[in-house]
């Protein structure tokens, strides 16, 4: 629904140059990035883990999910990551389970 | 230049943070009842926040020159218990005549749960009757795509007009849905989840400026109370123009608040 939003703007809404947006904001995400790099290493060296990838959380499968989308090739990522981190099923629960959120949709 | 912060819950702030946003330019800014970080224990302890929310901190703003609206509601976190939220919700009428009330709010959907989803229609019964305007509170992370669409078809079952409500907490993968539906749509700016100011601007760029407005929804958690003149200074930055800034952080908010009669955003 969202490419055909009748709100969506043309190309070139930013007023800023690929270099001009690199020289602003390429340090705060080189930053990001290598955190993320580490985040997984991380997880990589967790009391459970395995060669088989047992004792992933699936938040954690999200995430390297998530990556794929970023490095597709097409555009619109950050809905379609939104998106893929998103329960899709439409009914109210009968109760609710907690508070808070986890970030990612639970198995079932 | 002046701004509205429309959403910020300076129950939890100081008033350093008053001072603060007053010397960067905030001369209003409406404060919707929402959870205090744990379950109040009785109706009463509602009471006690609604006569917070409608005399102490519209007197705390007016020394900085901020003028203070508020919200009414059970927050959707506390609306599991639908026999202690309808206890509540009773009290509500008491405080919808205070000069300060602006409306019903922010009610929503927390877990999309059933008993969230009846409290948040009997809600909007109550914004209705009473002609209200309407500030919607949308899930966090994996739940607010789910709860954003069941909250819109509950507003439009109840007959409400989508002109008369702004939704909230938009992201990336709700904010068309709901301005093709004919709502407002807030973007709230918080360092960690929802939208940063970054992201707020990169949403403008990409879906016009209709409609939308920012906030930064300070509280107890990690939030900035000056997020929206920070993200005026990112529109800046990228060469935005001074009237798109205007519009996003005043005329847009003005626009819709301005649909009470009781919203003053300055002397005019």
């Known amino acids: 629904m969202t490419l055909e939003s009748k709100f969506m703007t043309e190309r070139n809404s930013c007023p800023m140059t690929a270099a001009e947006i690199a020289d602003a904001y390429f340090m705060e995400h080189r930053a990001k990035l290598i955190d993320l790099a580490a985040f997984l290493d991380r997880v990589d060296r967790a009391s459970d883990a395995d060669d088989e990838g047992l004792g992933v959380d699936f938040r954690i499968t999200a995430l390297h999910e998530c990556l794929k989308i970023l490095n597709d090739g097409k555009n619109d990522r950050t809905r379609r990551v939104l998106e893929h981190l998103s329960d899709h099923s439409s009914e109210p629960l009968q109760t609710a389970p907690m508070k808070g959120a986890l970030g990612a949709p639970a198995p079932e | ?268």
Not at chain 2, 115 to 136: D, F, G, K, R, W
Not at chain 2, 146 to 156: C, E, N, P
Not at chain 2, 182 to 194: C, H, I, N, Q, V
Not at chain 2, 232 to 249: A, L, N, P
Request: hydrophobic letters at 35%; charged letters at 25%.
């Open chain 2, 1 to 268: 230049m002046k701004y509205i912060d429309p959403h910020i819950h300076m129950v939890s702030r100081t008033t350093d943070d008053y001072e603060r946003m007053a010397m960067a330019g905030c001369v209003a800014i409406t404060e919707p009842a929402f959870w205090a970080g744990f379950d109040r224990s009785s109706p009463q302890g509602f009471y006690d926040y609604y006569k917070q929310l409608t005399d102490t901190e519209p007197k705390r703003a007016a020394q900085y020159g901020i003028r203070h609206h508020c919200w009414l509601c059970v927050n959707p976190k506390e609306a599991e218990d639908a026999g202690f939220a309808k206890e509540v919700m009773s009290i509500i009428p008491d405080f919808m005549d205070c000069p300060n009330v602006l409306g019903i709010g922010e009610i929503g959907l927390n877990k999309n749960s059933r008993n969230e989803l009846m409290i948040l229609e009997a809600h909007l019964e109550l914004a209705l009757s009473t002609n209200q305007l309407v500030l919607v509170h949308t899930p966090h992370l994996e739940d607010k795509l789910k709860g954003t669409r069941l909250i819109m078809d509950a507003i439009f079952n109840a007959g409400l007009q989508p002109d008369r409500v702004l939704i909230d907490h938009v992201e990336e993968h709700t904010v068309s849905e709901v301005l093709d539906r004919g709502f407002w749509a807030g973007m709230t700016l918080y360092p960690d989840s929802k939208c940063t100011p970054q992201r707020a601007v990169d949403i403008l760029e990409t879906y016009g400026t209709e409609r939308l407005w920012m906030n930064s929804a300070g509280d107890w958690g990690p939030s900035d109370p000056l997020s929206v003149p920070k993200a005026r200074i990112e529109m800046r930055r990228r060469g935005h123009s001074e009237d798109m800034v205007r519009k996003v952080t005043w005329d847009n908010p003005k626009t819709f608040l301005s649909r009470s009669p009781r919203f003053r955003a300055d002397d005019d």
